[in-house]
């Protein structure tokens, strides 16, 4: 009992949380994909303090491609395009995270297109296997981390 007296004050003076401003949240430029993503809910990306957070981007080949490679370039191409609006680029991504429906079979292509996007210093990158992606045609959904500099 007496524990919860001692961390309630320290609670208490903690930082008060910030609501998101409309001008940091950032939806897509489409109004097709912007109505979709406000009636699922969720931003491109969300700008809090120094960091951007972006959405995953799903890597969805299309119909007769017969490589990863291009839906990877379109997947990284909408990365960047988001950074730019965001006010950041490639060197500024701190992580990366990775999710495959077949992490052996796309690492590879991804490895090649991500390194046309982003060189040394390098970012935090986690590659991780997963079963399913909320596209059914998606193969690999790519979300990044980046910081503003000083």
């Known amino acids: 009992m007496h524990k919860f007296l001692i961390v309630l004050p320290l609670l208490a ?26 009636a699922v809910g969720y931003a491109d990306a969300v700008i809090a303090g120094d960091k951007i957070y972006l959405s995953g981007v799903i890597v969805t080949p ?22 730019e609006r965001a006010g950041v680029g490639w060197d500024e991504v701190v992580d990366l995270t990775s999710y495959h ?31 399913a992606l909320y596209e059914a045609d998606g193969v690999v959904e790519i979300k990044v981390v980046a910081q503003r500099g000083e």
């Open 62 to 83: 299309e119909p007769g491609e017969s490589d990863l490679k291009p839906a990877f370039t379109r997947a990284f191409e909408r990365i960047g395009r988001t950074l």
């Open 101 to 131: 429906t077949d992490l052996q079979g796309s690492i590879n292509e991804m490895v090649e297109v991500k390194s046309l996007y982003i060189r040394a210093p390098f970012p935090a990158w986690t590659a991780i296997g997963i079963s």
């Open 13 to 38: 003076m903690a930082a008060p949380l910030q609501a998101k401003d409309a001008k940091d949240v950032l939806m897509p430029e489409d109004p097709e994909a912007a109505a979709f993503q406000s």
